[in-house]
């Protein structure tokens, strides 16, 4: 019976290859608007889903398959990324506009995918201009299924903090900005869940404990470019879950988290029954910015305490504490192979590619390269370029060396597309030239982390690698003047994204694809182009390339 209601929600969306046997679907009808948000007390045209701002929670188990959709009712096209799933041999729906046409004003898109092999704390926002500045975004959450056991007992309660950095001025006017060449300068504060504690006794609480019991908290840096300090006053962090990883599960006071990463804690109601405050504080910025939220205890007596637990100072703090992170090699987990292989350490690299981010002026505007090219949006996506057989037309492959030159005299401004072979493991390394710290994500994989470190990459530095039990995530930072390093195994055919989560570097150039395809051109790498999918550019009016058959 759950066989046919799968079936028939995904027949009613338009596509049946998205569906996996007999698993659970979970549908969703969102409408997106504006609407008048103040996060900081200043109204502002916001981005609605369904009213809501943030948007609604998804709330799924391994393997469920996630249908979405999406009416846009913007004035402008609009597209959503699921930021963290992996969508295996399923690119076409990974939410980017390197592999989907954007929604165009009054039309829908229905997303369908599985969040297959996974679990974690995952969050979804908007990609199209600077639409994530103004709201559209929500977390994701894949719980374990009831067979597999998570290492540590079931939690009273399962709490979301969607915190990031905000500014006043609009997305509009941030648009503006960085069209002009202009730099965005620092965001005007920090929000916690769209909400701001004023400290006057009259706030609302965000979360209710009860003392003596312990609470899952999924904490996500959904911001524009600021990274963010989140501690819990008066109580600790259990660290239990990374980016869809199991953590060896240490204490924190504090932690840091970087744009667009997700952890998991557990925290434990073991004080006073009261109120206390979580605060996020802004890092690495000349000005630093705390805001607070509401924790209340149930039946507590009195107001939170003014004695705010203080951020630490500096970037060396928050690479010591990246160096405490490890993954946790005795938990049952889903995981996909070859990436869940807890043999990564005694596989042979077969290329090294190196990836260095600058900032650049370009006919007297501002624009962020990677060795030395600026990726520009191309109006036909890259996937359906390449699935129509008219790549050329649209962008070459391999136009950056696996080596940034060492000095870059004109920066070309072009779609950026690396050609990988299938099931190849790969060493990045990202090199951090500049004073500002980095966030780097890609889609569609989780990668090792093995070593963040300061200074310049050379092969001698492999000898600090973490080839044990590195954390396997999707999103890594990269401190000023450092680099870091991740490895990976590219089994999953399609056009994935590597991209900063700094978003003006984001809009600006500092992002590129990589492309995996089916050797065999066949249905057990990689899917087809499902049947109600957009199309765009140069494709539009051409007759569909025959389907994998096998």
């Known amino acids: 019976m759950a066989r046919s209601i799968s079936l028939l929600l995904c027949l009613l969306a338009g596509s049946m290859l998205m569906v996996q046997g007999g698993d659970p679907t979970i549908f969703s009808e969102w409408n997106v608007t504006y609407g008048t948000v103040a996060p900081l007390g200043v109204p502002v045209k916001g981005i609605l889903i369904n009213g809501q701002f943030p948007g609604p929670n998804i709330n799924s188990t391994t393997n469920n398959n ?18 963290g799933v992996q969508h295996r041999k399923n690119s076409w729906q990974d939410g980017v506009q390197g592999t989907m046409c954007p929604i165009p004003p009054g039309k829908n898109f229905t997303y369908h995918f599985q969040v297959k092999d996974q679990i974690g704390s995952y969050m979804y926002y908007p990609v199209t201009v600077m639409h994530k500045a103004a709201g559209g975004f929500g977390g994701l959450h894949v719980n374990s299924r009831p067979l597999i056991p998570v290492p540590y007992d079931e939690p009273a309660d399962d709490y979301i903090i969607i915190a990031g950095d905000w500014f006043n001025k609009g997305y509009t006017s941030l648009k503006r900005i960085l069209d002009s060449g202009r730099n965005l300068g620092r965001a005007d504060g920090v929000h916690i869940n769209g909400k701001v504690a004023k400290g006057d006794g009259k706030d609302e609480p965000l979360f209710i404990m009860e003392a003596g019991k312990t609470y899952r908290y999924r904490i996500c840096n959904v911001g524009i470019k600021t990274s963010l300090n989140i501690r819990f006053q008066g109580h600790t962090m259990k660290l239990v879950e ?309």
Not at 66 to 81: G, R, S
Not at 245 to 257: A, G, I, K, P, R
Not at 355 to 362: G, K
């Open 242 to 550: 990374m980016e869809g990883s199991h953590t060896v599960q240490n204490e924190y006071d504090s932690l840091d988290v970087h744009v667009g990463q997700c952890y998991t804690v557990l925290v434990t109601a073991n004080q006073e029954p009261r109120d206390y405050y979580v605060v996020a504080s802004t890092r690495f910025t000349r000005r630093e910015v705390t805001t607070m939220g509401i924790i209340r205890y149930k039946n507590g007596k009195a107001g939170a305490s003014f004695d705010i637990p203080r951020p630490p100072v500096g970037w060396a703090w928050s690479l010591n504490q990246f160096r405490t992170f490890r993954w946790n090699l005795t938990a049952s987990a889903a995981r996909p192979n070859p990436q869940g292989s807890y043999k990564y350490g005694g596989i042979n690299i077969t290329r090294t590619i190196k990836l260095a981010n600058t900032a650049e002026m370009v006919d007297g505007k501002r624009r962020y390269a990677i060795n030395g090219v600026s990726y520009v949006e191309p109006t036909t996506p890259l996937k359906l370029a390449e699935y129509y057989n008219v790549a050329d037309k649209v962008f070459k492959y391999d136009n950056i060396a696996d080596e940034p030159p060492a000095h870059i005299t004109k920066v070309a401004l072009e779609p950026i597309v690396l050609n990988m072979t299938h099931k190849n493991f790969v060493e990045i390394v990202f090199e951090n030239h500049e004073a500002a710290i980095q966030s780097w994500h890609l889609s569609g994989y989780s990668f090792f982390a093995v070593a963040v470190e300061t200074g310049r990459w050379s092969p001698e530095k492999r000898m600090n690698y973490n080839l044990l039990d590195a954390v396997s995530r999707h999103t890594i930072q990269v401190f000023p003047n450092s680099w870091a390093a991740i490895l990976i195994t590219f089994d999953n055919c399609g056009m994935w994204n590597i991209r900063s989560e700094i978003w003006d570097r984001h809009y600006l150039g500092q992002q590129l694809y990589v492309s995996i395809l089916s050797p065999n051109r066949s249905l057990r790498d990689e899917y087809n182009l499902p049947e109600d999918v957009m199309v765009c550019g140069v494709v539009e009016g051409m007759p569909r390339p025959p389907p994998y058959n096998s």
């Open 66 to 83: 996630i249908v979405v959709n999406v009416f846009n009712y913007l004035d402008e096209p609009f597209l959503l990324t699921w930021n």
